[in-house]
C-alpha cells in the first residue's frame, strides 16, 4: 500500500478538447493525439496552478472519468513563409480526469533553502486549486481550454471502472530539466502506460530506463530574495 503524504493535493480537470501528444515529433504537420494524458501535461497543468522553483510536482497517477473519443480537424497553423498550409489535428473530445500528486523539494536549489515550509505550500496550493489556478490551463496545448476544481481522488462513477487493462505501449512521459536534476542538459523519458480500470499509475521521473539526451541547457537563475515568507502572504 502507497504511503499517504501529508501534501497530497487531489483535483479534477476537464476541457472540451485535448491534445496530449508527443512534443518530439509534433514540430508540423499533422498532430495526433494520445489517448491518455502524459506525465508532462499533468505536470504543467499543476505547474499553472501553483509553482515556485522551491518544489517539484510529482504526478502519481490520474484516472479516466470519460469515454475516449477522438475528433480530427482541419487547421491552418501560421505559415511564416507565407502561402497556405492545412494541417490535420485530431484532439480528444469532452475530456475529464481526476488526478493525484505530491510536492518534493528541489534540492538542486540550496539557496531556496529557506522557502521549504511545507504547510505554507500546501496550504497555497489547496488554495489556488480552488480558485482554477493562477494561470490558464491547457490541456496538452494552447487552444485546448481546461478547468480545475478540487475533487476526492476515486469518488464518483467512472467509464473505465471495469474495463480491465488497456495497454498504450511506449509513451512520452516527459523532460528532465537542468533544474530538476542538476545536469547541465536536457533529456526525453519514455515509459510503457498502461491503464487498469481506468487508473494510470505513474513512475516516477527517476525509474524510467528509456531516456535520450536532446540538448545543452542552463538551469533557470532566480533571486532568492523573492521567496521569503511574507512574499506569499
Request: charged residues 25%.
Amino acid at each position: 500500500m502507497a504511503m499517504e503524504r501529508e501534501n497530497r493535493v487531489e483535483f479534477k480537470v476537464n476541457g472540451r478538447y485535448a491534445l496530449f501528444s508527443d512534443p518530439i515529433n509534433r514540430v508540423g504537420g499533422e498532430k495526433i493525439s494520445y489517448q491518455v494524458p502524459t506525465y508532462q501535461a499533468l505536470k504543467g497543468i499543476l505547474e499553472s496552478v501553483y509553482w515556485k522553483p522551491t518544489l517539484i510536482w510529482i504526478i502519481d497517477e490520474v484516472r479516466v472519468m470519460n469515454l475516449i473519443k477522438t475528433q480530427s480537424q482541419g487547421i491552418r497553423p501560421v505559415n511564416y513563409s507565407g502561402g497556405n498550409t492545412l494541417s490535420i489535428y485530431t484532439y480528444l473530445t469532452n475530456v475529464e480526469y481526476q488526478v493525484r500528486a505530491h510536492f518534493e523539494w528541489n534540492l538542486h536549489r540550496p539557496n531556496l533553502e529557506q522557502d521549504r515550509n511545507e504547510n505554507k505550500h500546501y496550504i497555497i496550493a489547496n488554495r489556488m486549486i480552488k480558485c482554477g489556478g493562477r494561470r490558464d490551463i491547457f490541456l496538452g496545448t494552447r487552444e485546448c481550454q481546461g478547468y480545475v476544481e478540487p475533487c476526492r481522488f476515486g469518488e464518483g462513477e467512472g467509464a473505465y471502472d471495469h474495463y480491465g487493462t488497456l495497454s498504450f505501449g511506449l509513451m512520452f512521459h516527459g523532460f528532465d530539466y537542468p533544474d530538476e536534476t542538476g545536469k547541465g542538459k536536457l533529456v526525453v523519458r519514455l515509459w510503457k502506460a498502461e491503464m487498469k480500470d481506468g487508473y494510470l499509475k505513474f513512475i516516477r521521473p527517476e525509474e524510467c530506463t528509456v531516456k535520450r539526451e536532446l540538448s545543452a541547457m542552463r538551469p533557470k537563475k532566480f533571486d532568492e530574495t523573492n521567496f521569503s515568507e511574507l512574499a506569499e502572504l
